[in-house]
T-cell receptor, first 112, second 113 residues
Framework: AQRVTQPEKLLSVFKGAPVELKCNYSYSGSPELFWYVQYSRQRLQLLLR??SRESIKGFTADLNKGETSFHLKKPFAQEEDSAMYYCALKIRSGGSQGNLIFGKGTKLSVKP | DAGVIQSPRHEVTEMGQEVTLRCKPISGHNSLFWYRQTMMRGLELLIYFNNNVPIDDSGMPEDRFSAKMPNASFSTLKIQPSEPRDSAVYFC???????????FGPGTRLTVL
């Protein structure tokens, strides 16, 4: 069965510390993974996707098929990174573009 | 572009009443998704449409929930009758042909008393 697991509900770090938000997935097909972020009082929005292999706002995420993981990392956390982070797995069905399965989210709190 | 538009932003109703949530996707997008967000269960997909046709409604909790997409620019999610356990934030999202990025609306916070 397809599933996305984010083991930490809350992650609290100090400003300048490294941060890693964990995400593991279960999927029999070829995985496409995403990180979405929801800042306070803002809409849920795409942060990055594994296909792009890009760094957004200092965040990176590498797909590790062997460990079925897609952890989100940033070497030096900033206070403005405080938000809710969701890992998502794309599920394709039929001829449609498919839909996303989201993890339950991790709330990142960066303290000054 | 105003992005995905949802109305109302907040809804407070009493148990047993009918509730209708509305969504206007981004113009030109051909896929529309309804999600429910709760503290306990996180973000759950309820149903999604592709070219106005429901593709997967396996996430719809029960027969009290129904969703329609009569045209490419409008969708509704209806709960009848509503129950206190339906209290949640309901999000609508859309995506287009050339991108699988989902663009989310601001959500509707539903409280059923």
């Amino acid at each position: 069965a397809q599933r996305v697991t984010q083991p930490e509900k809350l992650l609290s770090v100090f400003k300048g510390a490294p941060v890693e938000l964990k995400c593991n997935y279960s999927y029999s097909g070829s995985p496409e993974l995403f990180w979405y972020v929801q800042y306070s009082r803002q809409r849920l929005q795409l942060l990055l996707r594994h296909i792009s292999r890009e760094s957004i706002k200092g965040f990176t995420a590498d797909l590790n098929k062997g460990e079925t993981s897609f952890h989100l990392k940033k070497p030096f956390a900033q206070e403005e990174d405080s938000a809710m982070y969701y890992c998502a797995l794309k599920i394709r069905s039929g001829g449609s573009q498919g839909n996303l399965i989201f993890g339950k989210g991790t709330k990142l709190s960066v303290k000054p | 572009d105003a992005g995905v538009i949802q109305s109302p932003r907040h809804e407070v109703t009493e148990m047993g009443q009918e509730v209708t949530l509305r969504c206007k996707p981004i113009s030109g997008h051909n896929s529309l998704f309804w999600y429910r967000q709760t503290m306990m269960r996180g973000l759950e997909l309820l149903i999604y449409f592709n070219n106005n046709v429901p593709i997967d409604d396996s996430g719809m909790p029960e027969d009290r929930f129904s969703a329609k997409m009569p045209n490419a620019s409008f969708s509704t999610l209806k709960i009848q009758p509503s129950e206190p356990r339906d209290s949640a934030v309901y999000f609508c999202a859309s995506s287009g042909h050339r991108t699988d990025t989902q663009y989310f609306g601001p959500g509707t916070r539903l409280t059923v008393l």
